[in-house]
């Protein structure tokens, strides 16, 4: 009993593409009541937004000793060579952390994340305190697994012949099968009638009891996301997925570019430019910052079907080139000319 008290206890925050992740995250790290957090983000594409994002508070808990990025591959598939060594940094901070939030790619599965934690190196100095997944409100309302799938969703629609069991959606149904709590998002974009739905289509993938919460901009309060002290690691074999019989998996069906952005002058053009990116056929989101002429502040650009957000989060540093970035991330073979064109012209 001492020693699971001594351990370290971890948070896995899971979700699909824009389902609202960081957003939670960056919740909690505003909201920490002076609690020691790190966090480990996994990137998915060659920069690091969601780290960016997250260092973007402006907080004291957000600085860049707390936020290890892990680029360029998922979680789920580079446990021993990115996600230990990650481990290892943190845990040899001096003074040590209280607790770790690792918030995983769009594409990861977090049982072979969780199933790492069975490993006599880590079990010793971390637990899973629980599984938390974010879930698209309005996208599960209106009958896709995320805002961003509309393109699929019509090619379901069309063809009979279609197999049911389509990788994204097992993705999706995976997560939940894990979950420890769901955190159904945007619900202010939701009526009684949408939230009956969506909470339909996440009971469909939850093979036991687990709590729903509704949030709206990721606010949860961090008493109900942290401290569930459930020790995944001793139970996770026994939670059913749809990758359980395979001995590997790849999630080649996705692929991502990133576009370098020169200064902008009008952030709402940008915007309406990301919305045409992102409703390409097979483009699943956008995200990205922007520096504009004669503003200080960075703008932070995040797009998901029709819907894009924007808004200043921290000054320019002084060592920064006033350049822009935006990650495109999609399905495998999506129209990268067409992105392109849309956004740069």
Do not use: Y
């Amino acid at each position: 009993m001492m020693t699971s008290l001594a351990r370290v206890p971890c948070t896995i925050v899971t979700g699909f593409l824009g389902a609202g992740k960081t957003t939670l995250i960056r919740h909690v790290l505003e909201n920490a009541g002076g609690k020691r957090l790190a966090v480990i983000v996994n990137e998915f594409g060659d920069v690091g937004i969601d780290g960016e994002i997250l260092k973007g508070c402006g907080i004291e808990s957000c600085s860049e000793d707390t936020i290890v990025e892990l680029a360029n591959g998922c979680l789920c598939c580079t446990v021993a060579d990115d996600f230990v060594p990650a481990l290892d940094q943190i845990l040899s901070r001096t003074p040590r952390v209280d607790h770790i939030l690792i918030e995983t790619s769009g594409l990861a599965l977090p049982k072979p994340l969780v199933q790492a934690f069975q490993w006599p190196a880590i079990k010793s100095r971390v637990t899973v305190d629980g599984v938390v997944a974010v879930v698209d409100g309005p996208a599960l309302a209106e009958g896709r697994v995320a805002a961003d799938l509309s393109a699929l969703a019509a090619q379901r629609a069309e063809d009979t012949s279609l197999d049911h069991d389509d990788p994204v959606e097992e993705v999706f149904e995976d997560q939940i099968a894990c979950a420890d709590l769901v955190i159904l998002s945007k619900s202010d974009l939701l009526d009684e009638a949408g939230f009956a739905i969506a909470e339909r289509v996440v009971a469909q993938s939850l093979p036991r009891a687990v709590k729903l919460v509704r949030a709206t901009a990721g606010k949860v309060d961090i008493a109900v996301l942290l401290g569930l002290g459930i020790g995944v690691e001793d139970e996770i074999d026994a939670r059913r997925t749809h990758h359980d019989d395979e001995e590997d998996h790849d999630h080649d069906e996705f692929e991502s570019i990133v576009l370098q952005l020169p200064e902008i002058a009008d952030p709402v053009a940008l915007a309406a430019r990301v919305v045409a990116a992102a409703e390409t056929p097979d483009v699943l989101r956008v995200k990205g910052f922007a520096a504009v002429t004669g503003k200080p502040m960075r703008l932070l650009v995040q797009g998901v079907g029709p819907r894009v957000s924007h808004h200043f989060d921290r000054p320019w540093r002084a060592e920064e080139a006033r350049r822009g970035a935006l990650v495109v991330i999609g399905l495998k073979g999506f129209d990268r000319a067409a992105v392109e064109r849309a956004i740069l012209g």
